[in-house]
C-alpha cells in the first residue's frame, strides 16, 4: 500500500496517542523500520499488522479503528490531490469522482498502487450506493472517508452514511444520504 497510508497511520498513531504507543505499535507488529516514503509501495500485511495490533493493544475492534482513521485521513488526502478537486464539488459529488478521478491518478502515479475499485451508483439527488471492491477488506476505511467527507465538506450533519452490508469484507455495499 501506499507510503503516505502509513505516514498518515503514523500520525495518527502519534497524535491519539503518543510517540512511544507508536514505537510499541511497530515492535508488535514486527516492523523494523517506521519511517516510509510517499513514493514507495509496502506490503499489504504490514498495514493489516498494525492495525489487528493497534486493535489488540486498544482493546478497540479493528473496523472501528479504521473508519476514525478513514475519517482522519481525508484532509491530507484532499491537500495531496487538491489539483483534481473541482471548486462545485460536495460530499456527493466527491464521492460519483473519486474512482474515476481520484483513484485513477493513484493507479497511474505507480504500477504497484491498486485503491479499491468504488461503482458509484446515484439512486436519487440525495443518495448514492457505492459499490467497495477490494481484496484488502478495508471496507471500514472507506465507510470512515465517507464519513470525514461530509466532514471536511461541512455536512456531516446532512450527510448519514450507512454500510449494508458487514465492512469486512472483499464486496461492501455503503449506502450515502443527504437531506435534503
Ligand atoms: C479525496 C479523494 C480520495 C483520494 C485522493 C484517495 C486516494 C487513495 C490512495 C492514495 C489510496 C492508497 C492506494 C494504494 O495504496 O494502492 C487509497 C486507498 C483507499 N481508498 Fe481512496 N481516495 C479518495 C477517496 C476515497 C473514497 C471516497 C473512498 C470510499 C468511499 C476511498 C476508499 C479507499 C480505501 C478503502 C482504500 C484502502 C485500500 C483498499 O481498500 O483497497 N477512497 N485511496
Known amino acids: 500500500m501506499h507510503g503516505s ?16 504507543t507508536w514505537v510499541q505499535l511497530l515492535e508488535a507488529s514486527g516492523l523494523d523500520s517506521g519511517d516510509f516514503d510517499h513514493k514507495t509501495v509496502y506490503p499489504d500485511e504490514h498495514m493489516y499488522a498494525l492495525v489487528g495490533k493497534a486493535a489488540e493493544m486498544t482493546g478497540i475492534p479493528a473496523e472501528t479503528l479504521q473508519e476514525k482513521f478513514g475519517e482522519y485521513l481525508v484532509p491530507d488526502l484532499m491537500y495531496m490531490y487538491a489539483k483534481l478537486v ?55 476505511l472507506a465507510v470512515g472517508i465517507v464519513r470525514g467527507l461530509a466532514v471536511y465538506f461541512d455536512e456531516a450533519d446532512q450527510i448519514q452514511v450507512e454500510p449494508t452490508t458487514r465492512e469486512d469484507g472483499q464486496h461492501v455495499q455503503i449506502r450515502v444520504r443527504r437531506r435534503a
Open 5 to 20: 497510508i502509513f505516514t498518515l497511520l503514523k500520525r495518527y498513531v502519534q497524535t491519539q496517542y503518543d510517540h512511544s
Open 86 to 140: 473541482q471548486p462545485e464539488w460536495r460530499t456527493m459529488e466527491m464521492i460519483e469522482n473519486t474512482e474515476k478521478v481520484m483513484h485513477k491518478r493513484v493507479r497511474e502515479e505507480h504500477s504497484e498502487n491498486a485503491p479499491p475499485v468504488l461503482d458509484v451508483t446515484r439512486v436519487s439527488a440525495n443518495e448514492l450506493l457505492i459499490e467497495y471492491v477490494s481484496r484488502r477488506r478495508m471496507g471500514a
